[in-house]
Structure formats: structure tokens, C-alpha cells
């Protein structure tokens, strides 16, 4: 019990990082004109939802495997179920950042715009979107990290980490929120994670040598490169599928629905042409599930 409270403490603040900088962003926001708060907030929102499906997820379901191995003292196999997990959490992450910027107005359209939330609030918090999806990669890759050291019992090393990484936040998000308003603050909070992530990545190669980057590395360019030919398909096509503003909720909804699917089928095809061995564990994944169901 003692060991487990020794341990608990920096485990839990080096986990909280991303919520004490979004709590540093909504500070800072008071500051600028009213509704900032609420802009990053329902922007926060968005981004949780594939955040939480996905990275929390997965480092969830791979930290009781890593934790066995690095118990063994198995640090091959250690190295080899880190690499493993990133390459999944960025095949996944990254198509879904590119589609939150691609589709970021009529997603918050489609969920919030009504009443109050107007048309002027729906683009104000897409903006606050866009910039809190540039680090949707970072801020699921940083939980991949954080989980690999928790399993080798090194709590400090997060904490240390993710004190460089609040007062990055803090620094660039008054440097930023001059000339991008809102949008810097989730600008700030973007880069402070990529940050947070480089080092954490830098300090674990130092713990266990060589990680595999070069194996993840090649993946995710694969990843890059299907993610990017998606989402220009996608925003070609959205124009055509997507009713004007003026349009009706089911209108908007069935034309969203759309260019998902479409985005889905192009990022999917990229994918097998480009031999990407994450979209067969991916499928093997689904199998599973529906077999279970």
C-alpha cells in the first residue's frame, strides 16, 4: 500500500497534464473577449471524443501486457508492445485529425448550432477546433508514453515532463493568444503536448535504448501520406455532398455521414495499396468485436 501511494501521487499529475493546460487555456481565455471560454470548451469537447474512444483506450488495453513484460524484466518485448501500440494510435489519430480540420464547421455545426449558437459562434469555435487538432496525434502519443513508463514503475520522469510542458503551455499561450486570439491559447496547448511528447520519447530511448522509432517512424509517414490524399479527396467532395448553410439539420447530417464514409473508403484503399500493416491489425481488431457481440 505504501509503494501503491508513493506511486499514485506523480501518476496522477502526470496524466492530468493535457487537463491542467486546457485549464491553463480557459484562464487565459477569460482574459480575451466573451465567449473565448466557451469557443476552446466546446472545441475541448470535440477532441475528446476520438481522444477517449481511441488513445485512452488503447493504452488502457496494452498497459497490463507492458506491465507483465517489464515485470519480467523483458525489455525487448517491452520495446516491442511500445512500438506496436504507437504505430495503432497514430495509424488511427492522424486520419482523425485531418478529418476534424477538413470537416471542423459543419461537425460543430451539426452538434451545437441552434439557439444562441449561431453562425458566428459555430466558425469561432471551429477555429478553436482546428488548432486543438493539430495535437490530437501528440496528446494520444504522450498517453502511449506515459503508460510505458508507469508500467517500469517511473512516475517521476512524466512529472518532470509535464511540469516543462504546463510552462511551455503557459508561455506560448501568451505569446500566442495576441495575434490568433482564442485560437493561439489552442494552439499553445497543441505544441506544449508535441513537446511533452519529445521529451517523454527522448527519456524512455535513454531508459530501454532503442525503441523502434524507426519502424513507428515509417509507419506513420505511410499514415501521412494516406491521411493527407483523404482528406484533400474530402474536402474536394464536401462542397458537393454538404447543403448550404441555410440547410436543414438532416440535410447537414446525411451530408456529414457522407463525407465520412467517403473519407473512410479513400483512407482505407490508400492504405492497402501502401501495404499498411496497421490497417490488417486494425481489421483483425474489428473481427474480434463483432465476433464477441
Known amino acids: 500500500l505504501k509503494k501503491i501511494g508513493l506511486l499514485m501521487l506523480p501518476t496522477i499529475f502526470g496524466a492530468a497534464v493535457y487537463q491542467i493546460n486546457i485549464l491553463v487555456g480557459t484562464l487565459l481565455a477569460s482574459l480575451l473577449p466573451e465567449g473565448s471560454v466557451s469557443y476552446l470548451y466546446y472545441a475541448d469537447r470535440l477532441v475528446q471524443f476520438p481522444l477517449g474512444i481511441f488513445a485512452i483506450a488503447t493504452a488502457t488495453a496494452f498497459l497490463p501486457s507492458i506491465s507483465r513484460q517489464a515485470a519480467k524484466k523483458d525489455l525487448q518485448a517491452v520495446r516491442g508492445t511500445f512500438a506496436y501500440a504507437m504505430k495503432l494510435v497514430l495509424f488511427i489519430t492522424i486520419p482523425s485529425m485531418v478529418g476534424l480540420i477538413v470537416l471542423r464547421e459543419p461537425i460543430v455545426a451539426l452538434l451545437f448550432k441552434r439557439g444562441a449558437f449561431d453562425a458566428k459562434t459555430t466558425h469561432l469555435t471551429a477555429y478553436a477546433l482546428l488548432y486543438y487538432s493539430v495535437g490530437l496525434w501528440a496528446f494520444s502519443a504522450v498517453r502511449i508514453v ?17 511540469v516543462i510542458s504546463v510552462c511551455a503551455n503557459i508561455i506560448l499561450g501568451v505569446v500566442l493568444m495576441g495575434p ?7 494552439l499553445a496547448t497543441s505544441l506544449a503536448s508535441m513537446l511533452n511528447l519529445g521529451l517523454l520519447v527522448r527519456a524512455l530511448k535513454t531508459k530501454l535504448g532503442m525503441l523502434g522509432l524507426k519502424a513507428i517512424m515509417t509507419s506513420a509517414y505511410k499514415t501521412i501520406i494516406c491521411s493527407v490524399f483523404m482528406g484533400a479527396a474530402v474536402w474536394a467532395a464536401a462542397p458537393f455532398i454538404m447543403p448550404s448553410e441555410d440547410g436543414s439539420l438532416m440535410g447537414l447530417f446525411f451530408g456529414l455521414m457522407g463525407s465520412i464514409i467517403i473519407g473512410l473508403v479513400l483512407y482505407g484503399s490508400f492504405s492497402l495499396l501502401l501495404k499498411s500493416r496497421e490497417l490488417e491489425k486494425v481489421m483483425v481488431m474489428v473481427r474480434k468485436g463483432k465476433d464477441k457481440a
Open 180 to 186: 490568433l486570439g482564442h485560437g493561439g491559447i489552442a
Open 146 to 162: 506515459v503508460s510505458t513508463f508507469y508500467a517500469l514503475q517511473d512516475t517521476k520522469t512524466p512529472v518532470r515532463m509535464a
